[in-house]
């Protein structure tokens, strides 16, 4: 069964940078990171968990919500079976447990980057951006 565990989080001030790690393993059925579509998601207090943004398998197509668009990165390094979130110009809105999950990729294209659309999850990093 495909493991994810989250890293990176912490506490920032407004306008600084956090990089999360998404380290996968124990691939379900021998298949490596890469047979995954692998998504980021946020989840604040008292609000539903949302997609941040997801990167298909091979790393061709990138999806961003509105709110983060130009500010936040997302790539993969398939040979580390991790996937990577580089947040710039953090805002206190960006306070939130941090989530990856992954779709397994034989089953369609990289899909829209909602939660209820993947499967396996990580336990989440804390992100609290002091303003």
């Known amino acids: 069964q495909l493991q994810l565990v989250e890293s990176g989080g912490g506490l920032v001030q407004s306008g600084e940078s956090l990089r999360l790690s998404c380290a996968a393993s124990?691939?379900?059925?021998?298949?490596?990171?890469?047979?995954?579509?692998i998504g980021w998601f946020r989840q604040a207090p008292g609000k539903e968990r949302e997609g941040v943004s997801c990167?298909?398998?091979?790393?061709?197509?990138?999806r961003f919500a509105d709110a983060v668009e130009g500010r936040f990165t997302i790539s993969r390094d398939n040979a580390k079976n991790t996937v990577y979130l580089q947040m710039n110009g953090l805002k206190h809105e960006d306070t939130a447990v941090y989530y990856c999950?992954?779709?397994?990729?034989?089953?369609?294209?990289?899909?829209?980057?909602?939660?209820?659309?993947?499967?396996?999850w990580g336990q989440g990093t804390q992100v609290t951006v002091s303003s």
């Open positions: 999950a992954a779709k397994l990729a034989r089953l369609g294209p990289l899909p829209l980057c909602s939660p209820d659309l993947f499967d396996s």
């Open positions: 124990g691939a379900a059925s021998g298949f490596p990171l890469n047979h995954y579509h």
């Open positions: 990167i298909s398998r091979s790393g061709g197509t990138e």
